[in-house]
């Protein structure tokens, strides 16, 4: 099976613009998690979605929102780039996104924001 | 609140010399454990998990048992490569929050 696809791979955005990042899960997976990796603040965090339904969220600010399409695609959207939105954006999927379940990781989205 | 702990790398050591990296977590209930790896310009890798309290994980010659006494998950392996640097990651998830909760990293350095 293919894994967990994550495109663009990198973005140079500019502070106040917004940005769409997007995630294929393994084929079968129908939970899709977002995390935030940093130097600073480590890995975070973002959502979760299983179903087309949103089940979890971090701690982020209203900037940050994501959605699940019918074949499990999902994507995440930033508004209003700030410069600490600079890091490393990692999509992970699981079969059913339960506790014990193993989560698969993309390669990441790296976005800089000028 | 979950909380993970990792010791503080880098850990540099030579080839063939026995790992471990300690982990050691606060959770409510009964959290699933587990350690990825991130090699340079990569994403997370999944090492090994344990879901329940004695299990031990295991894979590539790497080991972790779930110690619920001592709320540890130390990481292990008798010989490690070059091929081993990258950072590790502990990390948790419980069963109601299906979040994975994060340790802040460990960099290995292996010397040939």
């Known amino acids: 099976k293919a894994g967990v696809t994550q495109t663009p791979r990198y973005l140079i955005k500019t502070r106040g613009q917004q940005v769409t990042l997007s995630c294929s899960p393994i084929?079968?997976?129908?939970?899709v998690s977002w995390y935030q990796q940093t130097p600073g603040q480590g890995l975070q965090f973002l959502f979760e979605?299983?179903?087309?339904?949103?089940?979890n969220k971090g701690n982020f600010p209203g900037r940050f929102s994501g959605r699940q399409f019918s074949n499990s695609r999902s994507e995440m959207n930033v508004s209003t780039l700030e410069l600490g939105d600079s890091a490393l954006y990692l999509c992970a999927s699981s079969e059913l996104g339960q506790a014990g379940d193993e989560q698969y990781f993309g390669p990441g989205t790296r976005l800089t924001v000028t | 609140g979950n909380s993970v702990t990792q010791m503080e790398g880098p850990v540099t050591l030579s080839e063939e010399a026995f790992l471990t990296i300690n982990c050691t977590y606060t959770a409510t209930g009964y959290p699933s454990l587990f350690w990825y790896v991130q090699y340079p310009g990569e994403g997370l890798q999944l090492l090994l998990k344990a879901t329940k309290a004695d299990d031990k994980g295991s894979n590539k010659g790497f080991e972790a048992t779930y110690r619920k006494e001592t709320t540890s998950f130390h990481l292990e392996k008798g010989s490690v490569q070059v091929s081993d640097s990258a950072v590790y990651f502990c990390?948790?998830?419980?069963?109601?929050?299906?979040?994975?909760?994060f340790g802040s990293g460990t960099r290995l350095q292996v010397q040939p």
């Open positions: 979605y299983f179903s087309e339904t949103q089940r």
């Open positions: 084929s079968g997976h129908r939970s």
């Open positions: 990390a948790l998830m419980d069963t109601g929050r299906r979040a994975l909760t």
